[in-house]
Structures are given as C-alpha cells and as structure tokens.
C-alpha cells in the first residue's frame, strides 16, 4: 500500500502496522496521557462487566437500571435517567427490553399522569438480589491489584474530580 503524504494511518487501513517508536505519536501533558489510561483501564472493566452480565442476559445498562431502582426502590424514568447520566430517550429502550423479559413494569404517576415510574416485579427483584453477588465479585477482581487504601484512595480522587466544575 502506498503512503500517502505524512498521514499517520492510511484512510482504508485493512491490518494494523507497526510504527517505529521514534514516529509514534506522544502527549506534551501528562494529563491527557492519564486520560487515555483511565479510558483504557474502564473500556477493560466495562468489557469484563459486560461478559460476566451476558451469562445473566443482562447488558450493563440493563444491570444498572435494575440496581438504581433495585436500591431506591420506584423511580421516575428522569431520576433513573439523572442517576445513569442517560437521556430519557436512551432509557426507554433499555426499560422496553427490561420490560419484555419480565424484569420491571412501568406505572403512571397517580397525583401527574405525565411521570412514569419503573418499579421491578417480583422476578425483577429476585434477579437483582442474585444479581449484586456477582457484580460485587466482578468489581473486586477489577480493583484486586489495589490495596484497600489505595482503593479508598483511589475513590477519594475520583470524587474530588467528579464534583470540580472543570477548568474553562
């Protein structure tokens, strides 16, 4: 294949290529190389969550709307929705699908018929008791290269990051 200009990946790039580690690409700031670890490390855990759930029939987005309503108990789809960091619009399909293997049912606000609230049925809340064990599980061998107090440190950064307004 023939190169074309200084393009680093050809437009129709069919196998992937080895670059001499004096042409790779490399960050000025540390930052955005720390990004691109904390996005390497959680596309790893989101996949190993994703292939431990698949056993269950569960997708993660399906897992974790039977845990929000599952832990706070009847939700309005905007609160699952906040809570998840999804539109409504994303959510309804996930709740649809939820809804036809029998996980959860939809109910109409009595006091404001526009809300709607997902709330699981009896099989819903028995999948999501049986359902925690093996979260908790997948979750501890993602951080097992971690010490406790590292963990906790580890959480502490996390929140202080995700509770800074970032920087404009």
Same mark, same amino acid.
């Given at each position: 294949?023939?190169?074309?200009?200084?393009?680093?990946?050809?437009?129709?790039?069919?196998?992937?290529?080895?670059?001499?580690?004096?042409?790779?690409?490399?960050?000025?700031?540390?930052?955005?190389?720390?990004?691109?670890?904390?996005?390497?490390?959680?596309?790893?855990?989101?996949?190993?969550?994703?292939?431990?759930?698949?056993?269950?029939?569960?997708?993660?987005?399906?897992?974790?709307?039977?845990?929000?309503?599952?832990?706070?108990?009847?939700?309005?789809? +905007? &609160? %699952?929705? /906040?809570?998840?960091?999804? *539109?409504?619009?994303?959510?309804?399909?996930?709740?649809? $699908?939820?809804? @036809?293997?029998?996980?959860?049912?939809?109910?109409?606000?009595?006091?404001?018929?526009?809300?709607?609230?997902?709330?699981?049925?009896?099989?819903?809340?028995?999948?999501?008791?049986?359902?925690?064990?093996?979260?908790?599980?997948?979750? +501890? &061998? %993602?951080? /097992?290269?971690?010490?406790? *107090?590292?963990?906790?440190?580890?959480?502490?950064?996390? $929140?202080?990051? @995700?509770?800074?307004?970032?920087?404009?």
């Amino acid at each position: 294949m023939a190169t074309r200009g200084k393009l680093l990946f050809p437009r129709r790039a069919t196998r992937v290529v080895a670059v001499a580690e004096d042409k790779r690409p490399f960050f000025t700031s540390y930052s955005t190389s720390l990004w691109v670890r904390f996005l390497r490390f959680s596309l790893r855990s989101h996949k190993k969550l994703e292939d431990d759930l698949q056993e269950l029939g569960l997708t993660p987005p399906q897992f974790y709307v039977l845990a929000t309503i599952g832990y706070a108990g009847s939700l309005p789809f +905007g &609160e %699952i929705g /906040a809570k998840m960091l999804v *539109t409504v619009s994303n959510l309804t399909g996930i709740v649809d $699908r939820l809804e @036809d293997k029998k996980f959860v049912v939809r109910k109409r606000d009595d006091k404001d018929r526009r809300v709607v609230h997902v709330m699981l049925t009896e099989k819903g809340a028995k999948l999501y008791t049986s359902t925690i064990p093996l979260f908790e599980k997948c979750v +501890g &061998e %993602i951080f /097992a290269g971690l010490d406790k *107090t590292e963990q906790k440190q580890l959480s502490a950064l996390l $929140r202080r990051l @995700d509770h800074e307004p970032a920087a404009r």
